[in-house]
């Protein structure tokens, strides 16, 4: 399934495309529209579906380290039934790339293009984006108007033809938490007029993030690696390496009646998305051991200290995947243990990687505190 060509023609044809190749911004008529068709080309995607699912075969050395589960996936399989859909999810890892698109594959659900960050198509691995999945590069925090003129056009024409899937976070949370939204795709969506589009809220939660050690040091990114050597540093931490992939659907919500064209409409729109994400992130042993940790602490106080963790978590609706801290313990111990984030020693818990802990930690922060003005 190629992207079609006609989705280029398209954006040429919109109005607001077509004003700016008269030239503005500074750009004569002939610079805007050089700068145009040169981010068109490289927007261009084709997504070959039977060499897309032959994916997980080559991946298997890493897909089969992770237990992938699927909740409430029919809310998914309903509104692809009844029409276009844009998928919205949190970004914990770059595994999420691969467990989110074979969970809606596992259901049956057409494959949506997916919007994924630039860095993602150096090399072999970008040409398999490029030319097999059909991810849409995307780069971020660019301020060029001929690129996020011609990137809005561009994700209103392509979802007259397919589904999306994006991250509205931008790029993965280094801190661990879930970070506020961005606005731009939610725009885009809105403005391409498609009838009865949806948008599905979707959560991703691992009982252990394959890079946690490298964004959660880093803390904040400073600067965009390689992608090669991310897919090295990935390698390196698969070594002894198994997790749960929760994902986990929630209703979908309506898009029609909402202007694109109104600032406050599209940051409404972003921070419900984001609460309902939030609302639906499966809360797993780790998270919950990792934010009632302190430095050092015997078995009997950390017990205490996640019950009154689970009260505080049940009153505000949280996905829970255990409801006691003998649960709790029983499976995040040998985990976090294996890991060497913490370390067990004559009953009592000692922090190893604290800013490990901490990342962790932090991924349910959004369930304990209420969201500040920017979210």
Known sequence: MATDPSIAEAVLARADVARFLEGSHGLTSDAARTRVMGYLEELRTTQRY?????????LYPILRKIERISEHVDFAVEAAAEGRVVYA??????????????ALDDAGIRPPIIAAGINLFGGPLGLIHKHV??????RRNM????????????????LHKHDLFFYPEGGRSYSGELKPAKTGLFSAC???????????PVAVSYDLVLEDHVVAKQGVKRRQ????????????????YHSRAFVTFGRPIPLDGIDGQSRKAVMDLARHVRTEIGRQYK???????????KRSVTR??????????????????????VSSAEEVLAQATEPLETRNIIVVEQGRYRVRERHVLRYYARSIAHLLSPPSATH
Request: charge should be negative; aromatic fraction near 6%.
């Open 190 to 200: 809105l403005d391409a007029g498609v009838p009865g589009l949806k948008l599905v």
């Open 89 to 102: 999810s949190n970004h914990r890892s770059h595994i999420d790339y691969l467990v989110e698109p074979l």
């Open 225 to 240: 690696k390689a992608f090669s050597r991310e897919i090295a540093e990935l390698v390196r931490y698969a070594v002894g």
């Open 133 to 138: 999945t059909g991810a849409l590069p995307i």
């Open 143 to 158: 301020k060029d108007p001929a690129y996020l003129i011609t990137l809005k056009a561009y994700v209103s024409e392509l």
């Open 283 to 293: 809360v797993l042993p780790t998270a919950l051991l990792a934010a009632a940790m």
């Open 300 to 321: 009997e106080d950390l017990t205490s200290d996640i019950d009154a963790l689970l009260v505080t978590l049940r009153a505000v609706g949280a996905n829970l995947s």
């Open 50 to 58: 039977e060499l897309y699912r032959a994916l997980e075969y080559p």
